[in-house]
């Protein structure tokens, strides 16, 4: 094929001559600069991994273009990547380049404040800890709260694997009990105190605080010991001291008559000695022993013989 420079001749000049022209246009004008604080985004995170410390969340950059240009440029259309693909546990250092910069067309990257950023990572923990439910206020001055529980007792948490281990439990939204006579029970939230954990499922529990007639003590003394089944005293001694606990109200309607202390002559031992059994009657869930001195007694031979 031969060579023809002359062929198209007007064409090719005129091509040229536009070329030069825009890059006159080009070449002389304005440029405009704009700091903006833009996001990092951490490309294929593993799975596997926590950012801990301090993370940079985001960078000042210095961008450079024409004003038309530079004025539309908009908050979303910029921003630093940083791929992470394969990273191990620890520290690592990662150096921004204007090539991690996203940016339109026609914007250049002219500084990046700061060039140099620190990333940690930890191993993701999860641990199992238990719920301790809070209370707000106080029950009427004669009821008290007997127990607190919380349904499930236990929550799933996961973060940084050093910060998962220095949690021993969750804690709920408070409860309030202020003024109640009766049983409150609530659906709360659960939280932690660390905001790099998270809570793992349902994050909101059914607490229950139960309210119950403050508790007392009230002490019977000298109270016959009897044989169940029979009226035979025992050998000395033949009295106790009882102390039992409950509400007010039930307590101060026992007679020592009605608190029957008595020794099965079935359950001697070794030594001849059984223990000491208190029978308060029926309509008493709510009354325990909290004491019983002495609490076992020695049964006469005879009893024995006889039971």
């Known amino acids: 094929?031969?060579?023809?420079?002359?062929?198209?001749?007007?064409?090719?000049?005129?091509?040229?001559?536009?070329?030069?022209?825009?890059?006159?246009?080009?070449?002389?004008?304005?440029?405009?600069?704009?700091?903006?604080?833009?996001?990092?985004?951490?490309?294929?995170?593993?799975?596997?991994?926590?950012?801990?410390?301090?993370?940079?969340?985001?960078?000042?950059?210095?961008?450079?273009?024409?004003?038309?240009?530079?004025?539309?440029?908009?908050?979303?259309?910029?921003?630093?990547?940083?791929?992470?693909?394969?990273?191990?546990?620890?520290?690592?250092?990662?150096?921004?380049?204007?090539?991690?910069?996203?940016?339109?067309?026609?914007?250049?990257?002219?500084?990046?404040?700061?060039?140099?950023?620190?990333?940690?990572?930890?191993?993701?923990?999860?641990?199992?800890?238990?719920?301790?439910?809070?209370?707000?206020?106080?029950?009427?001055?004669?009821?008290?709260?007997?127990?607190?529980?919380?349904?499930?007792?236990?929550?799933?948490?996961?973060?940084p694997r050093s910060r998962v281990r220095e949690v021993e439990s969750a804690f709920t939204e408070p409860v309030s009990v202020e003024g109640a006579q009766s049983s409150v029970v609530e659906d709360v939230n659960i939280g932690l105190e660390d905001p790099q954990l998270r809570i793992q499922g349902d994050p909101r529990v059914h607490v229950t605080a139960t309210i119950r007639e403050a508790q007392e003590k009230r002490t019977f003394e000298a109270l016959t010991v009897r044989l169940r089944g029979g009226t035979a005293l025992l050998r000395p001694p033949r009295t106790v001291t009882v102390t039992l606990v409950g509400p007010r109200s039930t307590l101060s309607r026992l007679t020592p008559e009605s608190v029957r202390v008595f020794v099965d002559p079935g359950k001697v031992d070794g030594a001849g000695t059984a223990p000491v059994e208190v029978d308060l009657g029926p309509g008493r869930p709510t009354v325990s022993v909290e004491r019983c001195h002495p609490d076992r007694l020695a049964v006469p031979a005879a009893a024995r013989r006889k039971s």
Not at 9 to 18: D, F, H, Q, T, V
Not at 110 to 130: G, M
């Open 1 to 159: 094929m031969t060579f023809r420079p002359f062929d198209h001749l007007a064409l090719k000049l005129a091509s040229l001559a536009l070329a030069m022209l825009l890059w006159f246009v080009i070449a002389g004008e304005k440029t405009s600069e704009m700091g903006l604080s833009i996001p990092i985004e951490l490309q294929n995170f593993p799975k596997d991994l926590e950012l801990t410390g301090e993370p940079v969340n985001t960078v000042e950059v210095r961008l450079r273009a024409a004003p038309g240009i530079i004025h539309k440029v908009g908050p979303g259309e910029i921003s630093a990547k940083v791929d992470v693909a394969g990273a191990a546990e620890g520290e690592h250092i990662v150096h921004l380049t204007s090539e991690a910069i996203r940016v339109p067309f026609g914007v250049r990257v002219v500084k990046i404040s700061p060039s140099i950023i620190t990333l940690n990572f930890e191993r993701t923990l999860h641990k199992t800890v238990p719920i301790r439910p809070r209370l707000l206020g106080r029950p009427e001055p004669t009821f008290e709260v007997a127990a607190v529980t919380s349904d499930p007792s236990e929550v799933q948490i996961a973060g």
